[in-house]
């Protein structure tokens, strides 16, 4: 792919200070993952089960609902105000209220409380969620934008791995208390940095078409036949093939599936969800193999895909209220393969694996046909790829023409340097001579 910039420009528009920025705004992706990890350990435990007396199927069901409720709200939300208060006012708002729901749980002495702390924690989590990939698409360099989008995906991991590795120890703390326990800048600064003056360039212009459209961005903007539709159409059916992978199924009733294949032992049950991969120290190991290879696939494809690839396909101007739509929808996909799993397995059994397998299959078709690439691509640039692009494409084949934009860009620049080397002195002290024509 060619670039405006040197492979210099390119190594400080990743500096130090956008690593860190883009890390720490990825922290609250460690929530989803503590939340999934807790509950699927938590069902496994006898001392949960004996402090919330026994709670049957439809409570457990409940106890994930809820959670899922709360997360479709707090997306919701978080699209709508947004685009008034800003992506980290949200997440820190988001982090707040899931701090609150957790107090709440831990502190639980029923059912019904524990489905109130589900619900706040859900609508903390569904904010972060939604901003938090919004958010890391907006600030990354075009050409690292898939690299560091999917960092909140990786807290996602590190966060459930984690929890699950602390559940293993605590389940051999014979206490009811023990489950609860469990419980840019770009270019470093530099604002005459060519790639930063480049992309700023863009934004602003892509700002000016949106205020001259201020009165078709509003939800109804949407639906509108043409590349918005498709693209929130996109936006809309990527989270429903991700989880309808089956992904969900496993990772809330892992326990119960282990036990299925034999894995009655509660310990092993939990150490298997935190990833030990002693195959030969718990029976049915070859089964265990395959259960991971698929996680391991899963969480290097449709895992981060699933949530930052709707991010980047949606119009700038509707970016956070398809954002919002989106994520919400993710959490209610999420509900019905909660809700649908341990039905299917007691209606049919071992053909649950077979149901998945085949929405896997139509996911891929869909993607190859119906997905335009968009690698090294800047946000403004995928607009011209949605109004360019035919409906059917095969992966990959279909690029837009980033020379000729690009040039175009260069084009701009040069004459924006030219207008500001007439209006400055010859020579400014302390004034960096740096040409943005590199």
């Not at 105000?81 to 997440?91: E, K, T």
Request: with cysteine.
């Amino acid at each position: 792919m060619p670039s405006m910039a040197s492979p210099e420009i390119h190594a400080r528009s990743t500096s130090s200070y956008f690593k860190f920025v883009a890390i720490y705004a990825s922290i609250g992706g460690t929530f989803f993952g503590f939340d999934q990890s807790v509950v699927s350990n938590a069902f496994a435990l006898p001392q949960f089960s004996g402090y919330f007396h026994n709670p049957n199927a439809s409570q457990q069901g409940n106890i994930v609902i809820f959670f899922i409720v709360g997360g479709i709200i707090g997306a919701f939300l978080a699209g709508r105000f947004s685009d008034r208060y800003g992506r980290l006012f949200i997440i820190g708002c988001g982090v707040a209220i899931f701090s609150c729901g957790a107090t709440v749980m831990t502190a639980a002495v029923s059912v019904p409380m524990l489905y109130v702390g589900r619900l706040i924690s859900g609508l903390g989590c569904g904010a972060v969620a939604n901003n938090t990939p919004l958010y890391l698409s907006e600030i990354s360099p075009a050409n690292k934008r898939g690299r560091y989008t999917t960092l909140s995906n990786v807290m996602e991991d590190l966060g459930f791995a984690l929890i699950a590795w602390v559940s293993f120890a605590f389940s051999y703390v014979l206490t009811q208390a023990s489950w609860s326990d469990s419980e840019l800048k770009k270019g470093d600064g530099d604002v005459t940095d060519p790639l930063v003056v480049a992309e700023n360039k863009q934004v602003l212009k892509a700002v000016r078409e949106e205020k001259e459209a201020a009165a078709y961005s509003g939800w109804v903007e949407l639906f509108r036949p043409g590349p918005n539709l498709r693209r929130l159409t996109l936006a809309l059916c990527l989270p429903a093939m991700q989880q309808f992978t089956g992904i969900n199924a496993i990772t809330y009733y892992a326990p119960t599936i282990f036990e299925s294949a034999g894995i009655k032992n509660f310990h092993y049950q939990i150490l298997l969800n935190a990833g030990n991969t002693t195959f030969a120290s718990v029976p049915h190991g070859f089964i265990v193999l395959f259960i991971w290879v698929f996680y391991s696939t899963y969480v290097m494809s449709w895992g981060p895909c699933g949530w930052w690839v709707p991010m980047e396909v949606l119009p700038t101007n509707l970016r956070a209220k398809g954002a919002a739509l989106s994520t919400s929808f993710t959490f209610l996909y999420n509900l019905c393969v909660s809700k649908t799993t341990p039905l299917l397995f007691v209606a049919i059994g071992y053909k649950t694996y077979f149901y998945y397998a085949g929405l896997c299959a139509l996911s891929t078709l869909i993607t190859l046909f119906f997905l335009p690439e968009t690698k090294g691509l800047t946000l403004e640039e995928l607009d011209t790829l949605f109004k360019e692009a035919p409906v059917l494409v095969w992966f990959g084949t279909y690029r837009v023409d980033t020379a000729g934009l690009r040039a175009r860009a260069r084009a701009e620049i040069v004459e924006v340097e030219d207008e500001v080397a007439d209006q400055k002195p010859d020579h400014v002290e302390g004034y960096p001579e740096k040409s943005l024509r590199q």
